[in-house]
């Protein structure tokens, strides 16, 4: 078990950016699969990007190349770059570490990032 705590959300300006971590509570090395999600009102919680054990990336289309993760593994912390904001990506951040049988077992309890016109 791992303690996972995302910190980095608040409000920006649409065209902004933001820098979203996820510091975790013992050592990430051993953790293969991390990964960001979120959850905007009303919808169901999404995968915006995922890292794996090999340094791969995973980002659905939907995110056009506007969002990157990243980890540190010296400083159990995972990241999420976002550039050219919009509104539409007002949400609650998570993120999520280790997989079993296709389910995410770790998460952190959220960030609100919101996006103004």
């Known amino acids: 078990q791992v303690q996972l705590v995302e910190s980095g959300g608040g409000l920006v300006q649409a065209g902004g950016s933001l820098i979203l971590s996820c510091t975790a509570s013992r050592s990430i090395f051993s953790i293969n699969d991390m990964g960001w999600f979120r959850q905007a009102p009303g919808k169901q919680r999404e995968l915006i990007a995922a890292v794996f054990s090999g340094g791969e990336t995973h980002y659905p289309d939907s995110m056009e190349g506007r969002f990157t993760i990243s980890r540190d593994n010296a400083k159990n912390t995972l990241y999420l770059q976002m550039n050219s904001l919009k509104p539409e990506d007002t949400a609650v951040y998570y993120c999520?570490?280790?997989?079993?049988?296709?389910?995410?077992?770790?998460w952190g309890q959220g960030t609100q990032v919101t996006v103004s016109s």
């Open positions: 999520a570490g280790g997989r079993a049988g296709g389910r995410w077992i770790n």
